[in-house]
């Protein structure tokens, strides 16, 4: 075989390689800035602590749609350290039966606490295709 159809060849099996490699990888975040996961995506908050999106859902009115409810869009989470995990529920739009959005909780890992803030669950309803990942952005501050 000659030296260029062995590179070639190499070549080929790196992109397929590469090409076929999962999307759970690490989202590096900045404390106190929003990060943007998607379902089951980690993102590091700290060194030792990080946040995952288990589950998105996401019933709120699609743009340009008439509606009688508007909808809410519900994240569950969990934030996790070196020793513990906890898990919890933030939601936009219409929670619950006061209808009010319950977009933040206070979660405590050990002797620290942090702030979860939901700001955002993307796309809006009827801006993308269907079946296009819901993507939640999360706010992680240490109290």
Do not use: H
Not at 23 to 46: D, F, G, H, S, Y
Not at 77 to 103: A, M
Not at 111 to 119: A, H, K, M, Q
Request: proline share 6%; glycine share 6%.
């Amino acid at each position: 075989m000659t030296p260029l159809k062995s590179l070639c060849g190499f070549l080929l099996v790196g992109l397929l390689a590469f090409g076929c490699e999962k999307n759970n990888k690490v989202t590096p975040a900045e404390e106190n800035q929003p990060v943007t996961v998607k379902i089951n995506q980690l993102a590091r908050i700290k060194p030792n602590v990080s946040l995952t999106a288990d589950t998105i859902t996401d019933s709120r009115c699609p743009i340009n749609a008439n509606c009688i409810w508007a909808g809410n869009a519900t994240v569950k989470f969990s934030l996790k350290n070196d020793t513990e995990t906890k898990t919890g529920e933030l939601c936009i739009g219409q929670c619950g039966q006061q209808s009010k959005t319950r977009d933040a909780v206070t979660v405590q890992l050990g002797n620290e606490s942090y702030d979860v803030i939901l700001t955002d669950v993307q796309p809006f309803p009827g801006t993308k295709p269907d079946g296009t990942p819901k993507e939640a952005v999360i706010t992680v501050n240490q109290k």
